[in-house]
């Protein structure tokens, strides 16, 4: 089987590019070993802050970003970090010619339920004038992204992940600790009859997603004639995973409860990771008024409503919204 440098040398990366790229799984590497040591390691539960967002941090987000940053920083390869688990961005090397932006654990709810969680991450070049503590040089477009993926802490431990030719698996071989490619080049079949949304906040959505989830779950019986099925991981790095499997649509739409808060999920370190993936894969990533990697961030933790996943059907979610 193919390791993950070949691939990565197949496709054209830079070699520095390439390390770190090495640096980041490496982290995820001790990250996966530690998620499944699980209540053996005294590492489940939560602590007793927040993050910037309001959200309780989990012991596992607070180590996972530990590990993550300490690995980056050290590497050199990077001049700065921002992260779900930072308030602000963490200046490292300022020679660095990389921008790293991570969610260190996302689902991580769901680890006290030993299910499915992982680490999403982007990457881009760092402008040779940027100082190394200036948010600014993060408010990029996700179209300037070099390379995005996650890491899934499931059953096995999986990569998935882009550098703009086309999207790979990889599964991490615990016995010799490397990612070997299980499936190149993977295709999101065009149509679905299977998504992903949470429910229980259909009161607070808008007017066009309330239209389209009414007429998924009519069924054969409503205007698409068809039957549809539903899963949620509710953790997306899980739901995405599935989607990229074997086709589907995940949504996390606007939300009327906060009108000031676009969406659920983080733009720099949920949406657009997910969004790179999945065109490389042929499917689609779009917020309902355009595409997820044009939209231009105006802070690191920019919430965005989120729909992605196989083309046919996002089409036909974002025809609602016309
Ligand atoms: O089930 P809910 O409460 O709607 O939230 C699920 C969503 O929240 C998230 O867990 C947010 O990520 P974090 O765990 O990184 O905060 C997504 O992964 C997931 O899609
Ligand atoms: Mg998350
Ligand atoms: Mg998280």
Known sequence: MKRLNSQLQQDGAPLELILLIRTLLAGCKEISFRVSQGALAGVLGSTLSENVQGETQKKLDVISNQILKDTLRESGYVKAISSEEEDTVVPCNPEGNYLVSFDPLDGSSNTEINSLIGTIFSITHAPQWMKPDDPSAFL????????????LYGPSTMLAMTTGRGTHLYTLDKTHGGFLLTEGNIKVPEDTAEFAINTSNQR??????????????????????????MRWVAAMVGDIHRVLCRGGIFAYPFDKRNPKVPGKLRLLYEANPMAFLMEQAGGL??????????????????????????????????????
């Not at 008024?289 to 933790?301: C, T």
């Open 140 to 151: 990029q477009p996700g179209t300037q992204m070099v390379a995005a993926g996650y890491v």
């Open 285 to 322: 990533g779009d917020t309902g008024h355009g595409r997820i990697m044009e939209v231009m961030p105006e802070e690191i933790h920019q919430r965005v409503p989120v729909l992605l996943g196989s083309k046919n059907e996002v089409e036909m979610c974002k025809s609602y919204y016309k």
């Open 204 to 229: 607070h959505w808008e007017e066009p997603i309330q239209n389209y989830v009414t007429d998924l779950i009519a069924g054969t019986e409503g205007p698409r004639e068809k039957d549809f099925n």
